[in-house]
Structures are given as C-alpha cells and as structure tokens.
T-cell receptor
Framework: GAVVSQHPSWVICKSGTSVKIECRSL??????MFWYRQFPKQSLMLMATSNEGSKATYEQGVEKDKFLINHASLTLSTLTVTSAHPEDSSFYIC??????????????FGPGTRLTVL | GEDVEQSLFLSVREGDSSVINCTYT??????LYWYKQEPGAGLQLLTY?????DMKQDQRLTVLLNKKDKHLSLRIADTQTGDSAIYFCAESIHGQNFVFGPGTRLSVLP
C-alpha cells in the first residue's frame, strides 16, 4: 500500500510553453503533498508544500507564479511549470504524507518526472 | 537552518560490507531515514529510525544512530551489484519538514 504515482514520467517541451505534472496518492488520501526538485547529481530541494483546499506554501526563492500548484482533491496535486525555460529542466519529485494515528506521519515519494526544456 | 551532510562517493567490492555515514545538525529531529535512488527513478524508503533508538536492523541493513554526535550510519552487509545507487540520508520532525543530505553514490565493483 501507500503508492504515489506521477504523470508524466518524462516530458520534453519547447521554451515558453507550460507543462503540468500530476501527483496522485493511489491508495490513501493525502491532505498534504510536497514538491521537490532535484538537479543532476544533487539532492532534493523542497519547492513547496501543497495543501488540499488551500494555497500552497512555497519555500524561499521559489517563484509561486512560475510554479503553480493546485491540490484540488485528497488524492491529486498538480505542479504547472509556466513559460518553461531551459533552466527549469530538472527532475521533479512529489511526495504525499500519510497521516497515521499518533504523531508519526510518513511521506511516500513518487517516481519523479524528468522535464527537459529545449 | 538544518543541515544534513554525507560523503559523496563510496566504492566497495561485491560481497563486502558498505558503510554510509551521515551527520545532521537539528537536535530536535525525531526521525532519521535512509532512501535509495536508482538511476532515473524516485526515492525508495529503505529504513528509518526513531531518535530514541540507537540501532535498527532489517535483513542486510543495519542503522546506527549516535544522537549525542548527531551521526547516522547505514551498513549494508554482503553488498551486491544491485545495491549500486545513490543513498540519501534525511531527517524530519514528526514526519514533517524533511531535510535531505546530498546523497552518497555507492558503486559496487565485481
């Protein structure tokens, strides 16, 4: 159980276009999802926290108008990279938080989406 | 702010043990994790340890935690070529606000 999927797994687009990436929790509901960005040979950097039914919380230095996040349901969060440029090329990974009784909440990670902007 | 550090590379011979080390700075961390990332793939949770534990063993994996020194290690016994991957150490407070280390690239030589 506790599977998170992402779609698409890879995408190539032209500079100036927008790209939408979906993150789904397949067998649990997630009020909170997270979006990370990973540059080649680097670690994951948290971009934003996606909250179901409310606005996302962005980390310092992440442009909210550039990276639009919508968490419209308990199983789906989307990240839209608007007016993509080559420097936006990266591996984007989402995670979904599974809340359990007690205080331990585990995050399950999606397989990632590789975005290449030409 | 919180910081997690790891050595970037480790090479071992097949059949030997691998030990990947990690240090962290946030003393309020409640959980510490080891994730594995294979090329082009997402993160796979290998194991985690609660901060009031000092050791956890799961088959070939042994996690040691020295809370006083804020040092975490992952030992992989009988390392196989399929263990070649990047291993990320991460810490969180109650499963929130994950902070990841830079990752250790493990190469297993035949």
């Amino acid at each position: 159980g506790a599977v998170v999927s992402q779609h698409p797994s890879w995408v190539i687009c032209k500079s100036g276009t927008s790209v939408k990436i979906e993150c789904r929790s397949l067998d649990f509901q997630a009020t909170t999802m997270f979006w990370y960005r990973q540059f080649p040979k680097q670690s994951l950097m948290l971009m934003a926290t996606s909250n179901e039914g409310s606005k996302a919380t962005y980390e310092q230095g992440v442009e909210k108008d550039k990276f639009l996040i919508n968490h419209a349901s308990l199983t789906l969060s989307t990240l839209t990279v608007t007016s993509a440029h080559p420097e936006d090329s990266s591996f984007y990974i989402c995670s979904a938080r599974l809340q359990r009784e007690g205080f331990y909440n585990e995050q399950f990670f999606g397989p990632g989406t590789r975005l290449t902007v030409l | 702010g919180e910081d997690v550090e790891q050595s970037l590379f480790l090479s071992v011979r097949e059949g030997d043990s691998s030990v990947i080390n990690c240090t962290y700075t946030d003393s309020s961390s409640t959980y510490l994790y080891w994730y594995k990332q294979e090329p082009g793939a997402g993160l796979q949770l290998l194991t985690y340890i609660f901060s009031n534990m000092d050791m956890k063993q799961d088959q070939r994996l042994t996690v040691l935690l020295n809370k006083k020194d804020k040092h975490l290690s992952l030992r992989i016994a009988d390392t196989q070529t399929g263990d070649s991957a990047i291993y990320f150490c991460a810490e969180s407070i109650h499963g929130q606000n994950f902070v990841f280390g830079p990752g250790t690239r493990l190469s297993v030589l035949p």
